[in-house]
Each structure stands twice: as C-alpha cells, then as structure tokens.
C-alpha cells in the first residue's frame, strides 16, 4: 500500500516535471515528446489507482494518436517557437 | 537561463511530491475511503451474479458490462458522435478520391526511415495487431474492449506510415481509405444489428443483454459451448474494435496524403 503510494506520487511528480518542461520547451518536437512522457507518466498512475481499462485506452490515445497528430501539424508550421533559436 | 528553468521544475516537483505523499498518508482529515459506494457496489455484486441473475450482465468485467449493457445505449451515441467525426474528416479530403495508389516509388529512391527503425517496426507491428485483437476478443472477460482494443490497433498503420512510407501501406499492403471505410461501416452496421435484435426476438428492451425478470427473452446465451461470450458484449466489443481501428486508420491515411498531391489535384 506505502509503496504503490510512493510510486503514485513519483508517477505524478514525473507528470509534473513533464509538463512544465513541456511549456517551457522552445522547440515543438522536445514539447511534444515531454508531453509523450507526461502521458506514459500517468499512465502508469493510473494502472496503480486500479483502472487498468482507462491505461489501455490511455497509452494508445495519448502516447502514441496524440504525439503523432502533434507532430503532423508541427510538420506543416515551424520547429521553433519565437525567434529564439 | 537553462539552468534556472531545470531548477525551477525540479522544485515545482518537489513540491508536488511532498504534497501528495503528505496527503495520500493521512496527513489530511479526508482521504477516500477503501470502501465501496452503494452503486460501485451494485454493479459489483450483480455483474457475474450466477446465484440471482436478475441484474446480472454474464461478465466478470464490470467496466466492459456497464459500458455495454448497464449504460449501452450511452456508448452508442459515444460511437455515433464518433462515427460523425470521422465522417467529416473524410468530406474534407473527399477531393483526393481521384488519384492515390497511382504514385509508387519516386526515381527509385528509398522512401521511409532508417534500416534500423524499418527492422524494429517489423517486429513491433505484428505485436500491436496480436495485442489488439486479444484485447478486443477477451474485452469481456479481461480489462479492455471494443474502444481500446481499436486505439491499440490504428497505432499499428501509423507506425508504419511514420517508419516506411504512406505509400507502402497503399501499395505493398494495398490498403485504401475505402477499405477503412467499408471496414468501419460494417462494423456500424453490426452494433445496429446487435443493439435491435433483442427488440426483433421479443424482449422489452433495446440492447437487453441478458434475461429479465420482467423481459424473459432474451437471443444471446451467456457461453456457447466452453467459450464464454456474456451475450452480447463480445459481439458489441468485436464490432466496436472494427469501428474505432478502420475509423483511427482512416484518418491517419487521410492525413499522410503528401502536400504536394494536394497542390497537383487543386491546380496550385
């Protein structure tokens, strides 16, 4: 129970961490593979708060549909965001 | 200014750590309970009931005999607001039915990614289509369903537009956006079927799945011989996974067509 917990909340801090450096990224490609790794991140919260059903679901949408849509319409815009390079 | 940014981050996470851990321990007053709420714990009881099956849904997977039996009808507008998207998707690139297939190699030069990720998605695609289709033939029995068993399966194609062509997908494996489609209307077709034949063999209900106290006619026996099939959630989970993957697929085929075909077709 303390250790599914402990794995729980490193899976969210993961999520966390993920997604601020998902925002902060200048370059759309690293964004949407962070974001790729918030999502594996809560997936695995998931499967530890017992619903195994939403994480397969979870993983095909958001890590694999998802991140390639994303990468299609950076495909048709810029890498970079701004002018920093 | 790299540096600052990781800082921060960490720090952010950190936070969250501590906050979490503090209140998943009981550090606050309330934490959820680890008992069942009276509706969770109807649906558990009566889902594979076999001493009193007068609400039972013949399967041993809650979620897969709420989603299709409890609250059926819920999903099928689910699917139907899914089959609507899709559909609009395909009026938008209606114009490209024209050509496609036409285009096979360009001067001979190699289309796709590297020798590497080819070989690696060689290997990983038969297991997308193995997981899928377990997913979606076991969904009433194991975690999983129609849905998901079809997100499972359309990463498959995408993989293989992204590792070697869209090109080889027409070609090679000679599948067409009207495959998908036919693929998809059929299994629509077959969700109607399943969702009205309870009502053609003379139960009270649409989509009634098992007998009824109230409604004793019910066409979909809980096994046939030793497979169990919980009436009928296997056919609504098999029909949803043609739906969702030829659906998925479909617009990922659509969405592959090269710019420059589309500037040939509109004349720009």
Redesign the interface.
């Known amino acids: 129970m ?1 250790l599914a ?2 794995i ?3 899976a ?3 999520a ?2 993920f997604s ?2 998902a925002i ?1 990224s200048k370059d759309l490609v690293k964004a949407t593979v962070f974001s790729a790794g918030q999502s594996a991140a809560f997936a695995l919260a998931l499967f530890l708060l017992m619903a ?2 939403i ?3 979870y993983v ?2 958001a890590v ?2 998802y991140t ?2 994303l990468l ?1 319409i950076i495909s ?1 815009t810029e890498r970079y965001e701004g002018d920093e390079r | 200014m790299r540096g600052k ?1 990781v800082a ?3 720090a ?3 936070l ?2 501590v906050v ?2 503090i209140v ?2 009981g550090a606050t007053a309330y934490t959820p309970s680890r008992e069942i709420r009276p509706l969770a714990k109807f649906y558990l009881e009566y889902c594979m009931n076999v001493f009193n099956k007068d609400w039972w849904a013949a399967s041993p997977e809650a ?2 005999s709420m989603l299709w039996d409890y609250r059926g009808i819920d999903t099928y507008y689910e699917t139907s607001v899914f089959f609507l998207a899709i559909i609009s998707g395909v009026a938008l690139f209606r114009i490209v039915e024209v050509k496609l297939g036409a285009e096979g190699k360009k001067e001979g030069k190699e289309l796709g990614l590297s020798l590497i990720v080819k070989t690696s998605t060689r290997i990983v695609f038969p297991l997308i289509l193995i997981v899928a289709v377990s ?1 979606a033939l076991h969904g009433h029995l194991t ?3 129609g ?3 079809g ?2 399966l ?2 498959g194609p ?1 993989l293989l537009i ?1 590792a070697f062509s869209r090109h080889f997908l027409g070609n090679r494996l000679r599948l067409s956006e009207d495959k998908c489609l036919t693929l998809r209307s059929i299994g629509l077709i077959l969700i109607v079927l399943v969702i009205a034949l309870p009502l053609i063999a003379g139960a009270v209900a649409l989509m009634q799945n098992q007998p009824k106290p109230w409604s004793p006619t019910s066409p979909f026996p809980a096994y046939v011989g030793p497979l169990w099939i919980s009436g009928s959630l296997f056919f609504l989970n098999v029909a949803e996974f043609l739906a969702v993957g030829a659906g ?1 697929t479909l617009l ?1 085929l659509l ?2 067509i090269p ?1 420059e075909d589309f500037r040939r077709i509109l004349g720009l």
Do not use: H, N, W
Request: no cysteine; net charge negative; aromatic share 14%.
């Open positions: 303390i917990t402990l729980m909340a490193f969210f801090t993961l966390a961490l601020y450096l902060k195994p059903d994480v397969l679901a095909a949408v694999g549909i390639a849509l299609y048709k | 940014d921060m981050g960490i952010t996470a950190l969250l750590f979490v851990a998943l321990l979620v897969t997913v975690p999983g369903g849905f998901q068993a997100s499972i359309a990463v995408l992204a998925f990922f969405l592959s710019e």
